[in-house]
């Protein structure tokens, strides 16, 4: 399949996000058409990623002044104290707002990058070079940017654009199973959230996604950027509709947190968790009904995902959860805002399901019994 071009447009902002298995390639005219007065750019580069890939992204800017930036990735060091020594480095090498940062790696390194890049000097140009699968259906897309805290996941952050978001495919040789996992999670969630006939395709060929063929991870990707783009072009700064994409989240997030963000589950298999947990709710609730979970846990069976969420379906491990669940950036009282699903291809609306800490640990056994 041939580069694609996915153009992200709304009011306030345009930007493209280029999906193709040698979409690198056009990094240097792309900085040189948005970003014309660039002279210095900083490249905060994830320490993980295979040095062949390092080494072509700073010979294709070898008309600029190059500060490479390593960094540990990981969701302890995604933190104020690690911005602001970025900041620092910026600073002392005189870097401006007409200069240039840009992300490779993950959606952790995406965030803390896109952050840095929005309080810099109040914001310096950004472009975001996802290598994971997660990044490219998801993180990289939207503006979301942000670091942790003590309290939870991402609780300090902004809304940011970046210029351009270049997702080329030839990263995703280098990962593991369990990586493209994570990355698979994201893109059943936008299936399950607004598309039944992408659900239906992920059905058929879930297998080749794992498989890295070319051809079926490039409509993967550029189908979940279309689904993710809906909304966020709907609701830039999450004040409503946007909210459908965190289906899933409320329990994801309260898994990694009680897991303290180990690499024993990543963030794709708690989102996986979460979306059952959810799901079933949903069915408590009589918001969908039971064939819906049925077509939800048949893929989940079909490749081999169901181990994601077995650990969670006891009483007892619901019950740890719920307390982790207060910090929840959807909720805006004392309860939990929860995303429940009305079918294959459509949620309930932001707002309209919210649960008690306490109801819901009533609700405790009834989860887990399904």
């Known amino acids: 399949m041939k580069n694609q071009e ?21 990094l240097p005219q792309r900085i ?30 070898r008309d600029y002044y ?21 900041v620092n480095k910026l600073l002392s090498k005189n870097f401006n707002r007409s200069d240039l940062i840009i992300s490779m790696g993950g959606g952790i390194t ?16 950004f472009i975001n070079i996802p290598t994971t699968l997660l990044a490219q259906v998801d993180s990289a897309i939207g503006g979301k940017t942000g670091v942790n805290s003590i309290y939870g996941k991402n ?63 490039i409509y993967a990707i550029k189908k979940s950027c279309q689904i993710k783009m809906h909304f966020v072009n709907k609701d830039v700064n999450e004040k409503g509709l946007r909210m459908i994409l965190n289906f899933g989240h409320s329990f994801a997030h309260a898994i990694e947190v009680k897991n303290k963000y180990s ?12 979306m059952i947990l959810a ?23 079909d490749n081999n995902l169901s181990y994601t969420y077995k650990k969670y379906s006891n009483i007892n491990s619901i019950n740890s959860l719920i307390p982790y669940l207060k910090n929840d950036k959807k909720n805006n009282d004392d309860k939990i805002n929860f995303i429940l699903l009305k079918k294959i291809g459509k949620t309930s609306l932001p707002n309209k399901n919210k649960i ?13 019994r399904y």
């Open 32 to 61: 040189k058409l948005l970003c014309p007065k660039t002279k210095k750019i900083a490249l905060i580069v994830d320490r993980n990623i295979p040095i062949k890939f390092i080494k072509i992204v700073k010979n294709k800017l």
């Open 155 to 217: 609780l300090v952050g902004s809304f940011y654009q970046p210029k351009l978001v270049i997702s080329d495919t030839s990263f995703l040789n280098s990962l593991s199973k369990k990586e493209l996992i994570c990355g698979y999670a994201e893109i059943l969630k936008h299936s399950i959230i607004k598309d039944k006939k992408f659900f239906n395709w992920l059905k058929k060929n879930t297998k080749y996604i794992f498989s890295r063929r070319s051809k079926e991870l």
């Open 263 to 274: 690499k024993k589950i990543t963030h794709g298999e708690a989102v996986l968790a979460g």
């Open 356 to 368: 008690s800490l306490s109801n819901l640990k009533k609700l405790s056994n009834s989860i887990a």
């Open 110 to 125: 995406g965030d803390l990058g896109g952050f840095v890049a929005s309080i810099f000097k109040r914001g310096i140009n």
């Open 6 to 26: 996915i153009k992200f447009k709304n009011l306030t902002h345009n930007y493209s996000i280029l999906v193709g298995s040698n979409t690198l390639g056009l």
């Open 279 to 301: 799901t079933r709710i949903s069915l408590i609730k009589k918001v969908c009904n039971k064939k819906t979970i049925d077509e939800i846990n048949k893929i989940y069976d």
């Open 66 to 86: 190059v500060f490479v930036l390593p960094f540990a990735a990981s969701e302890k060091f995604k933190s104020l104290s690690k911005t602001v020594f970025y």
